[in-house]
T-cell receptor
Framework: KNEVEQSPQNLTAQEGEFITINCSYS?????LHWLQQHPGGGIVSLFM???GKKKHGRLIATINIQEKHSSLHITASHPRDSAVYIC???????????FGTGTRLTIIP | EPEVTQTPSHQVTQMGQEVILRCVPI?????FYWYRQILGQKVEFLVS????????KSEIFDDQFSVERPDGSNFTLKIRSTKLEDSAMYFC????????????FGNGTRLTVT
């Protein structure tokens, strides 16, 4: 069983739609990262969370430590948001970032 | 904005050959990491490095792998005798703190072993 599960695996939406990507994990964590992987392969860190909620532009990330769940929301989605979004956690007591399999998001103009 | 840079962007090598992947982390960062992503699979942790020594490594990081920070700027991953299954994208990353600060990734080196 994967320690980090993401849903959905694939998501296609129209430009302007509100997007939600979910991440569930099974271990106690120090922090959770949301990452964006571009079609060319490069990875960009979007958020690092250990509690609560963070917002950056049209992106919002939330985490519920008790429920071991995090969500990434994109408001007013745009075709340039098309990418793979990856949830990754740092389990307590080590530095081994454990990655989800990613959610492939496609925004259609 | 400072970046993590990786060279080369693509490396092709024959099975059994040694390869060295190079990374220049952000200058004030203290923690350095290598990850790999086999095509179509999720990203996997390989190793973390702090204070000139390995602080964590995964089961993947066997005796064929080594890391080094030979000077104040470079951080290298060496694979001694490459296998076909080492073909993957290798990402270097750095951070100021071990888990309390964002990770900065390089653009990756695509290693193809033939």
């Amino acid at each position: 069983k994967n320690e980090v599960e993401q849903s959905p695996q694939n998501l296609t939406a129209q430009e302007g739609e509100f997007i939600t990507i979910n991440c569930s994990y099974s271990v106690g964590i120090s922090a959770l990262h949301w990452l964006q992987q571009h079609p060319g392969g490069g990875i960009v860190s979007l958020f690092m969370l250990s509690s609560g909620k963070k917002k950056h532009g049209r992106l919002i990330a939330t985490i519920n430590i008790q429920e071991k769940h995090s969500s990434l929301h994109i408001t007013a989605s745009h075709p340039r948001d098309s990418a793979v979004y990856i949830c990754a956690v740092i389990p307590f007591g080590n530095e081994k970032l454990t990655f989800g399999t990613g959610t492939r998001l496609t925004i259609i103009p | 904005e400072p970046e993590v840079t990786q060279t080369p962007s693509h490396q092709v090598t024959q099975m059994g050959q040694e390869v060295i992947l190079r990374c220049v982390p952000i200058s004030n960062h203290l923690y350095f990491y290598w990850y790999r992503q086999i095509l179509g699979q999720k990203v996997e942790f390989l190793v973390s490095f702090y204070n000139n020594e390995i602080s964590e490594k995964s089961e993947i990081f066997d005796d064929q792998f080594s890391v080094e920070r030979p000077d104040g700027s470079n951080f290298t991953l060496k694979i001694r005798s490459t296998k076909l299954e080492d073909s993957a994208m290798y990402f270097c990353a750095s951070s100021v703190e071990t888990w309390g600060s964002p990770l900065h990734f390089g653009n990756g080196t695509r290693l193809t072993v033939t």
